[in-house]
C-alpha cells in the first residue's frame, strides 16, 4: 500500500496575500499564526511588518506581470493584431487573473505601501499594459471613448476580485468565471452598449 499523498504546502507568501486580505491591521504575530508559521521563523525571513507586505506586493506584482507574458497582454489591440485575437487574448487574461484575486485585492488595499517609490513604479508599470490595450480598444472604436481608460481597468480589476469572491464562495463555478466577468465588464463599456 503507497503512503496517503498529501497536498504540496501552499507557499508563505500567498498565505500570507489571503490573510492580510481577510485582517488587513494583522501585526506580525498575528500574521505568523495566521499562516501557520511560528513568530520567530516569520520574524527571519521578514523582519517588520512593512518588509510582509512589501514582499507580498512584490510577489503580487510578478504574478500580474507573468500573466501579461502569459497570454500576450502587450500585443491586444496592437495595428494588426485581429479584433478577435485581442478579444481573445483579454478574456484569457481575465482568466488567468480570476484565481490571483487575493493578490490583485492586497495591491489595491495596501495604502500603507503608497509611499515605497520602487513599488509605486512597478505597480505603474504592470498597470500600464493593461492602460495601453485599453486605450487602444478604445482609440479603435472597441470600447465607448467615454470613460477613462483607468476606470475601465479600475472596474475590470473589482469585477476579477468580486467574481474570485464568489468562485470562493461557491457560487460561481470557477469554469464560468472569466467568461462572467468578461461579458458582464464588456455589456457595461461596449460601444453598442452605450449607444
Known sequence: MSPARRAPPTPLLEVLTQALVERPQ???GELAALA?????TLHRLYPTRE????AVALDA???????DEEVGLAAAFAPGTPPA????????????LVPLGPRLMFLVRAS??????ELTRASAAQDATL??????????????????AAWLMASLHALIYVCWEQVAAGT???????????????GGVGEKANG
Not at 36 to 40: E, K, L, P, S
Not at 85 to 96: A, G
Open 36 to 40: 501557520g508559521v511560528g513568530r520567530t
Open 85 to 96: 485575437v485581442s478579444w481573445q487574448t483579454l478574456e484569457r487574461w481575465i482568466e488567468r
Open 51 to 54: 518588509a510582509v507586505l512589501r
Open 26 to 28: 494583522a501585526s506580525l
Open 61 to 67: 506584482l510578478a504574478h500580474l506581470r507573468a500573466v
Open 131 to 148: 492602460l495601453g490595450a485599453l486605450e487602444r480598444a478604445q482609440a479603435q472604436g472597441f470600447l465607448s471613448p467615454r470613460p477613462p
Open 172 to 186: 460561481v463555478a470557477p469554469r464560468d468565471a472569466a467568461g462572467l466577468v468578461f461579458r458582464t465588464w464588456l
Open 112 to 117: 500603507e505601501l503608497d509611499s515605497d517609490a
